[in-house]
């Protein structure tokens, strides 16, 4: 057996009372002026869909009753309670859960739909594939148009990036007398950028009220806001 | 050059509305450590079209903390375990 770490709490903090990874049993241990809440599991578990929901739920446990922990990533996995010791005394969690006390993350995806079309359309057939039955010298003339459009498409992506991150940090500025902490950064998938914001739990209604006014100001970029979520962007 | 519509080919992954697609992406990027993803496809609606964009790859930047990659037979973000690819 082994030990699953979930999160890390204030040391006040109550027993979990929610079930955890494959409906396994949730327990708190105390140490170092600190709660971990943790599992046994039999060997490091495999990332599956229903598993990253099990290990999300037990972290909003605690969000729900009122406090923000510092929230672990899924797959860490200690020898056994006495490690689990040792890493409290070894990681600065005060520090941490400071830095995230009474706060919940909210995520502002800047999605470009055209880039994302464009990727959809390249990913279902290659562009403008050159044609066999056109002939010979037709597939040459036709191999230059497809590099060329490559290019294109490479100089496109270039100036969307940049003005998908004009825009999560237009959205940054506009958000930031909520905002305790930021990452901006581009996103791959979808295509745009990805902001996560660190907000006050009790302005998180101001702040999404806000955030989703905002999604107007910056057609043909989508804005979707999600959360709140446990501060997980914003630990470790 | 494709027609974003007429390049969409029916595909069989799972398709939510906007939201919940990007709620999911957002969990997954946020539960998993970066570097680690789970392979499938979510299908996202964008302005009525339904636009494939999360063909996910296997990267697996982060070994420590899965501990053995060989375990990762990630079934994904397919509704019925069906996994692509």
Redesign the interface.
């Known amino acids: 057996m082994a030990v699953y770490l979930y999160c890390v709490l204030p040391a006040d903090a109550p027993d979990p009372a929610v079930s955890g990874l494959d409906a396994a049993p949730v327990r708190a241990l105390r140490a170092s002026g600190l709660t971990a809440w943790l599992g046994d599991v039999p060997s490091t578990p495999r990332p599956e869909l229903d598993r990253i929901r099990d290990h999300d739920r037990v972290i909003r446990s605690a969000m729900a009753a009122g406090i923000t922990p510092v929230p672990i990533r899924f797959g860490q996995v200690l020898a056994d309670d006495e490690a689990v010791r040792a890493h409290l005394a070894q990681r600065d969690y005060a520090r941490e859960l400071a830095h995230v006390a009474d706060a919940v993350e909210f995520a502002i995806r800047v999605i470009d739909p055209e880039a994302v079309a464009e990727e959809a359309g390249a990913r279902a057939k290659p562009p403008d594939a050159p044609s066999v039955a056109a002939g010979t010298g037709a597939v040459a003339a036709d191999g230059a148009a497809y590099m060329r459009l490559l290019a294109e498409r490479m100089h496109h992506s270039e100036g969307r990036r940049a003005r998908a991150l004009d825009a999560a940090n237009g959205l940054d500025r506009a958000l930031a007398q909520w905002v305790r902490d930021r990452r901006i950064e581009p996103s791959e998938r979808p295509a745009g950028a990805a902001v996560a914001h660190l907000v006050q739990a009790s302005a998180a209604h101001a702040y999404e009220a806000r955030a989703k006014e905002l999604s107007d100001d910056y057609r043909p970029l989508r804005l979707v806001v999600t959360g709140p979520w446990p501060p997980y962007s914003f630990v470790g | ?4 519509g007429d ?3 029916p595909h069989e992954e799972w398709s939510l509305p ?2 919940e697609s ?2 999911l ?9 970066k570097g ?1 993803v ?1 392979t499938g496809e979510v299908t ?1 609606s ?2 009525g ?1 339904d ?6 790859q296997l990267i697996l930047s982060s070994v420590q ?4 990659a060989e ?7 397919t509704p019925h375990g069906r996994s692509r690819r």
């Open positions: 050059m494709a027609e974003p390049a969409l080919e906007e939201y990007m709620a992406i957002e969990l997954v990027n946020r539960v998993l450590d680690v789970i996202i964008i302005g079209v636009l494939v964009f999360l063909g996910l903390t899965l501990e053995r375990g990762l037979n990630l079934r994904g973000i």
